[in-house]
């Protein structure tokens, strides 16, 4: 999920369990399977000159990208393989020797991982409040962002970014996005802003529209493709959809589950 601003291109991004793709959409991890989730752009045209007050000051103080494991719920959890540290932002992989490589046996069978956060049984609540709310919030004030939930097939992906239907609780980090932003907006009745929606998907190096299917977009009559401005990154031929109100914005999230 990428969120951008029409101010002086700035970034403060997290990401869920690896690296920032710099597009904002889901690259293609080439030892799994292709990661087929929608990145939902959001882009807010902040018109109030209000929003530019003391952008550089508070950016230079913080870092600009977060990294946290989201570890899947399990009843037979590897406690002899994965190890968490004592402040919950560390991970140690230990892995047994495959006695089967003889006696000179150089196979590494350690990892240590320095992270912002380890999220083990943690509630969608609590991966909300502590990955996504505060990119949410910035976004608001000027600041570009990016979510992005990376990892292998089935490790919960779908469910962390989208969430379950079933269960309201269980709701994931895009409908929860659309809810705190139009929140805000409604606590700022002196600012004009607009919400704009895109969903694109990024599988096998090609760009899909998830929205092209609806009867008032069509076909795009040229393929889109990444380029960069002033503005910063944008997907050309992508569509675009005018949301005024919270929902509006879930019918186009409903559109593409």
């Known amino acids: ?42 882009i807010w045209e902040v018109k109030s000159t209000q929003m530019k007050r003391h952008k550089n000051a508070r950016m230079g103080t913080r870092k600009k990208v977060h990294a946290f494991v989201r570890v899947k719920p399990t009843d037979d959890f590897a406690h002899e393989m994965i190890r968490y540290g004592d402040d919950n932002k560390s991970i140690d992989i230990h892995l047994k020797k495959d006695t089967r ?12 991982f320095k992270l912002d956060g380890v999220l083990h049984d943690a509630s969608q609540d609590l991966v909300y409040e502590t990955v996504a709310k505060d990119v949410i919030s910035q976004a608001l004030n000027g600041y570009n962002g990016t979510i992005m939930c990376y990892g292998q097939t089935g490790a919960g992906k779908t469910y962390t970014m989208m969430g379950a239907t079933e269960n309201y609780k269980h709701r994931g980090i895009l409908p929860r996005a659309l809810q705190q932003v139009f929140r805000m907006i409604e606590e700022r009745p002196t600012h004009a802003i607009t919400v704009r929606v895109s969903y694109l998907e990024i599988y096998n190096e ?38 005024s109100q919270e929902e509006d914005a879930f019918s186009l999230l409903f559109e593409v589950r």
């Not at 920032?20 to 929608?38: A, E, M, N, T, Y």
């Not at 490589?101 to 240590?112: F, L, Y």
Request: hydrophobic residues 35%; charged residues 10%.
């Open 206 to 243: 090609s760009l899909f529209d998830l929205l092209s299917t609806l009867p008032y977009v069509g076909p795009s009559v040229t393929p889109m493709t990444i380029v960069e401005n002033s503005q910063g990154v944008f997907i050309k031929g992508l569509s675009v959809h005018l949301t």
């Open 101 to 112: 490589r003889g006696v000179v046996n150089n196979q590494q069978t350690d990892w240590s």
């Open 1 to 42: 999920m990428t969120i951008t601003s029409n101010h002086h291109f700035l970034s403060t991004c997290s990401v869920l369990g690896s690296v920032l793709d710099i597009v904002g959409g889901f690259k293609r991890d080439k030892s799994h399977s292709p990661c087929s989730q929608p990145a939902c752009k959001l």
